[in-house]
């Protein structure tokens, strides 16, 4: 089973808008952190949002925020006021403690491929 | 400017043989990473690192080596035995064993993208 899913794998938004990117995850280890890193087409991984399976509340960063829904084991990404720099694709990770013990591993989705149209 | 910088940017390798990507940090992190992504995929584990002289094989392990002699070096060998190396590698480090908090991320270099001619 896939640990974490990305079903968008491009989407599209107009400058100045907000989007939506979806990711949902598995796991059955009760302490778990999420992130969302975007990677430009330079290739580099660029740490955006970090969620902890305990925060109270959805995490923001910006122009960034996190609507995380625990129940529905979803941690989507929330882009407000997009840019045309915001073009890039956009991974979710997820760390379980359980499974990685105190190494920091991660699980990545394979990404969706957001173009802030002009 | 504290970062990860990996070496080289391109690599060209004929088949059968082995090749060593660099990897180093300056951010005085305990733990290393290297990850490899295929076109259009996520990032797959290959060796991580939580400390000096010490390292674990990842998802995808077979084929490839790792050492770590020093904490701020965490160099990665494609041996001919990878039987599809091309790939874009990356490799990471973060901070010690803890958990809590946005802290824990981890820091990526820029990548070497290596090509098997």
């Known amino acids: 089973a896939q640990k974490i899913t990305q079903t968008q794998p491009g989407m599209f938004v107009q400058e100045k808008e907000a989007v939506t990117l979806d990711c949902t995850y598995d796991?059955?280890?009760?302490?778990?952190?999420l992130f969302w890193y975007k990677q430009p087409s330079s290739g580099e991984m660029i740490f955006l949002i970090y969620q902890g399976s305990y925060d109270q509340q959805n995490a923001t960063e910006g122009r960034y925020s996190l609507n995380f829904q625990k129940a529905r084991k979803s941690a989507n990404l929330v882009i407000s006021a997009s840019q045309l720099g915001d073009s890039a694709m956009y991974f979710c990770a997820m760390r379980e403690v359980r499974r990685s013990g105190s190494a920091r591993q991660l699980t990545f989705g394979s990404g969706t491929q957001l173009t802030v149209l002009p | 400017d504290g970062g990860i910088t990996q070496s080289p940017k391109y690599l060209f390798r004929k088949e059968g043989q082995n090749v060593t990507l660099s990897c180093e940090q300056n951010?005085?992190?305990?733990?290393m990473y290297w990850y490899r992504q295929d076109p259009g995929q996520g990032l797959r584990l290959i060796y991580y690192s939580q400390i000096v002289n010490d390292f674990q094989k990842g998802d995808i392990a077979e084929g490839y080596s790792v050492s770590r002699e020093k904490k701020e070096s965490f160099p990665l060998t494609v041996t001919s035995a990878q039987k599809n190396p091309t790939a874009f590698y990356l490799c990471?480090?973060?901070?010690?064993?803890?958990?809590?908090?946005?802290?824990?991320?981890?820091?990526f270099g820029p990548g070497t993208r290596l090509t098997v001619l």
């Open positions: 796991t059955s280890d009760p302490s778990y952190g």
């Open positions: 990471a480090s973060s901070m010690g064993p803890s958990w809590g908090g946005s802290w824990n991320e981890q820091f």
């Open positions: 951010l005085n992190h305990d733990a």
